[in-house]
């Protein structure tokens, strides 16, 4: 079955950087696109990254363009998400997800790991 699990949240100080890991097994992860999608207390869900199969197409919500990058290590069965220049607006539990496509599309994915938080606070 297919699994997701994230890692590498914790609290920061604005400004301070963070990178996030999404483990994936029972499935050939090169297959499949990848997102990470974020929830914000008492906000809505926010799809902040994308990346399809290949590693050669990404997408960027405009509120981390500039800040954030998505990534994955094929051989390694890993999605990353690098976060600098982190405000505590970006405080919320990440989920990484997967699509069912090669390709992603404007969804935030199908499956969706159990999340790891993210507190920017001083």
């Known amino acids: 079955e297919v699994q997701l699990v994230e890692s590498g949240g914790g609290l920061v100080q604005p400004g301070g950087s963070l990178r996030l890991s999404c483990a994936a097994s029972g499935f050939t992860f090169s297959s499949y696109a990848m997102s990470w999608v974020r929830q914000a207390p008492g906000k809505g869900l926010e799809r902040v990254s994308a990346?399809?199969?290949?590693?050669?197409?990404?997408s960027y919500a405009d509120s981390v363009k500039g800040r954030f990058t998505i990534s994955r290590d094929d051989a390694k069965n890993t999605l990353y998400l690098q976060m600098n220049s982190l405000k505590p607006e970006d405080t919320a539990v990440y989920h990484c997800a997967r699509y069912n496509n090669r390709n992603f599309d404007y969804s935030m994915g199908n499956y969706w790991g159990q999340g790891t938080q993210v507190t920017v606070s001083s």
């Open positions: 990346i399809n199969g290949r590693g050669d197409t990404t």
